[in-house]
């Protein structure tokens, strides 16, 4: 109560505010009318979710359901991004409506947010600048030693051949460096995160920011799920999952003999994504859209990349040096980041709470120093998932207190052996095309 018996300005908002049943929320799904829940709290994201910074789709495809857990993980400063959510407050979940839709089960949500508390007790997502420092001074090492390498010992075959393994290898911890400023998990401005990433993937990569923020976090805030990752929208060349074989094989969809497709995979999945299909993808992108800052970023990792190669190679070597490149590390990544994901389950939407959503569809592969630095520690692809702004050097503290949530819970937490993981890439690819043929044949 205020001064005088009068009720303050916060009491009469509670009184006054209005309370929606999940029924209700559900309905407000579609592209132009879009609602969500965060902590109970109902907000109309429909406007706001055009000038979204991690991008329109991310955010819509939560509309209708509970986004709290998603919210927490993708945002480091809550506080900041709770006064853009103001505006947008509708009102508040009824008293008699559970705190989340579609019968999720309480309390494993509840031991997730306890886990997250644990690990910020932890002080898990707090930033060892050194380890980031070294990862950094190491990309300036390798560009120093492909040009070398040409310098003193030539242009010929040999050194060539050294020199575009050691850019490749550049290139890819470059790649899973950005990742980690694109997650806002390194500096605790996000400003900094921000210019660091620019600096990374566009001028050390000559890829766009804002290509990867917009698609990457559709990933991360719906992996494996049909129409919301990209990461699955495999433009019919590749049929994923137990169900959508099906559904292609029982309408006659035959783009390509998908019961051939674990073979054609190293055909046109490692050698081309990265040289032909993401770069194509991320200069339309850049263009259609006029983000001239991210092109500029990108111009200035080919102005140096030219100035420095085609003294070597001439300007017409140089970009056959730099494709072939792109060549070796397409194949790292393709390999790195599908056998955490193609093996596991992938579905159309199923609603479910962001634990068993995230373990549905990523494992873990086994820890060794070269594990973790092959792979920039998606490794530990698990618990990246769960906390994606948690620092990748501490993911390995908070590993067994995840899987002891999932023992407790029931859940599946899968490690395996790299080699497994790759094996497991083309066994996947290779089972869900004989579910296709199957009933192509005879449904």
Request: glycine share 6%; net charge neutral.
């Amino acid at each position: 109560m205020g001064k005088g018996g009068e009720k303050t300005e916060e009491e009469e908002f509670e009184k006054k505010v209005p309370h929606y049943t999940w029924d209700e929320i559900q309905k407000h799904n579609s592209r132009t009318d879009q609602w969500l829940v965060i902590d109970r709290k109902v907000y109309n994201i429909t406007n706001w979710a055009l000038k979204h910074p991690g991008g329109l789709r991310v955010i819509s495809h939560y509309a209708g359901e509970d986004a709290t857990d998603a919210f927490q993980a993708f945002h480091p400063d809550l506080t900041l991004v709770r006064k853009f959510l103001k505006p947008l407050l509708l009102g508040e979940l009824a008293p008699g409506e559970p705190g989340q839709d579609r019968q999720k089960k309480l309390e494993l949500i509840e031991d997730f947010r306890a886990l997250r508390k644990t690990a910020e007790d932890m002080k898990l997502f707090k930033t060892d600048l050194v380890f980031f420092s070294l990862y950094l001074g190491q990309l300036f090492l390798l560009e120093f030693l492909a040009w070398f390498t040409l310098s003193y010992f030539g242009s010929g075959w040999i050194p060539t051949l050294i020199a575009a393994f050691i850019l490749a290898t550049s290139q890819a911890q470059s790649g899973w460096l950005q990742h980690d400023f694109g997650h806002l998990s390194v500096f605790q401005k996000t400003k900094w995160n921000h210019l660091l990433h620019k600096f990374l993937i566009g001028h050390m990569k000559g890829a766009s920011g804002n290509w990867w923020n917009h698609r990457h976090f559709q990933h991360h805030a719906k992996p494996n799920i049909f129409n919301k990752d990209p990461d699955v929208n495999m433009l019919k060349v590749f049929v994923l999952g137990n169900t959508q074989p099906v559904e292609f094989g029982k309408k006659k969809i035959k783009y390509l003999p998908y019961n051939y497709q674990h073979e054609y995979f190293f055909l046109i999945g490692p050698p081309l994504l990265i040289p032909v299909y993401f770069y194509i993808q991320i200069m339309m992108t850049m263009i259609t859209r006029r983000d001239w800052v991210d092109l500029a970023w990108a111009t200035t990792y080919y102005i140096r990349y030219f100035n420095t190669y085609a003294s070597f190679y001439g300007f017409f070597g140089s970009v056959i040096f730099v494709l072939f490149v792109r060549f070796i590390e397409s194949h790292w990544f393709v390999w790195v980041t599908q056998m955490n994901h193609i093996p596991m389950e992938i579905d159309d939407e199923k609603h479910k709470d962001w634990l068993s959503m995230q373990l549905d569809s990523t494992c873990n592969i086994e820890q060794s120093f070269f594990n973790d630095w092959f792979s920039g520690h998606l490794n530990f692809q698990i618990e990246h998932h769960l906390f994606p702004t948690m620092p990748r050097h501490n993911y390995y503290k908070i590993a067994p207190l995840v899987k002891s949530l999932c023992d407790k819970h029931g859940l599946s937490y899968q490690v395996k052996p790299l080699s497994q993981g790759f094996k497991d890439i083309i066994g996947s690819l290779k089972k869900s095309g004989d579910l296709w043929l199957d009933a192509y044949l005879h449904k």
